[in-house]
């Protein structure tokens, strides 16, 4: 399993959200390079990132600092938030990233998915933001009727490997993840899943390793110090 501690940016900043809601965002970080340097100095493989500022206009507003980390860091590197269209998926590989997630773009143009999977297969996640079992765009400020699972079996069949399931309930809480969806998500498709949303210990962490998922994605547990990362990454590797 491989942890990827998270850099969620906001008009420059490293900030955490509470169940989504952007008007409960909390700076954690003044500085997103120094944060990612020492992510990598904890032992970090690969780094999960987020434009919530291109999340929510759809299209990138924070590519000077993720350029820099992508420069300097020299790890792998995942992002997402705003990216709506191959020219930009294209542009973000060229400069770097390891690997680029669909969100909102994936549920409302599934010809982009498509045609991403199959020019960059494995580079190309899928980001499946669920609010009471039902996926939540834009910024997460629009749910829809679609129902998680079977977004992920539709996202599977399509031809994406690589699934981050978020229960936006628990993001930023610190109260746990949602095992039984992370088991029916598990149940129901063959994709690498990566837990997202709630992680407080590094019990949640062992839970997560124990049910045989590809990642986690720690946030507010390491800015919040019940966490300490370099313990979960070699936990990761056990």
């Known amino acids: 399993m491989i942890i990827l501690p998270a850099i969620d940016l906001r008009n420059g900043k490293c900030v955490r959200l509470y169940k989504g809601d952007f008007n409960k965002s909390q700076v954690v970080a003044e500085d997103a390079l120094d944060v990612a340097r020492k992510f990598k100095d904890a032992g970090s493989e690969f780094i999960h990132m987020v434009d919530l500022d291109g999340a929510l206009c759809g299209k990138g507003v924070n590519e000077d600092i993720v350029s820099k980390i992508i420069e300097e860091i020299k790890i792998p590197i995942e992002l ?12 973000l590989i060229e400069k770097g990233i390891s690997r680029v997630i669909l969100g909102t773009a994936a549920l409302s143009n599934t010809e982009l998915v498509k045609n991403s999977v199959k020019k ?3 580079k190309i996640a899928v980001g499946i933001d669920a609010k009471n079992g039902y996926v939540a765009v834009n910024g997460w400020l629009d749910v829809s009727k ?4 079977d977004f992920a079996e539709q996202m599977e069949h399509i031809g994406v490997k690589n699934i981050i399931f978020t229960d936006i309930s628990r993001d ?10 992370l088991v029916a998500l598990k149940e129901r498709v063959n994709c690498n899943i990566i837990a997202s949303g709630g992680i407080k210990s590094i019990d949640d962490v062992k839970k997560i390793k124990d049910m045989g998922l590809y990642g986690v994605i720690i946030g507010k547990a390491i800015y919040s110090e019940t966490i300490d990362l370099n313990e979960a990454v070699i936990l990761s590797k056990e």
């Open 120 to 122: 960059y297969e494995e």
């Open 80 to 91: 997402g938030g705003g990216i709506r269209d191959m020219e930009t998926i294209d542009k």
């Open 146 to 149: 679609v129902y998680y699972l």
């Open 172 to 181: 930023g809480t610190l109260k746990g993840p949602n095992i039984e969806a």
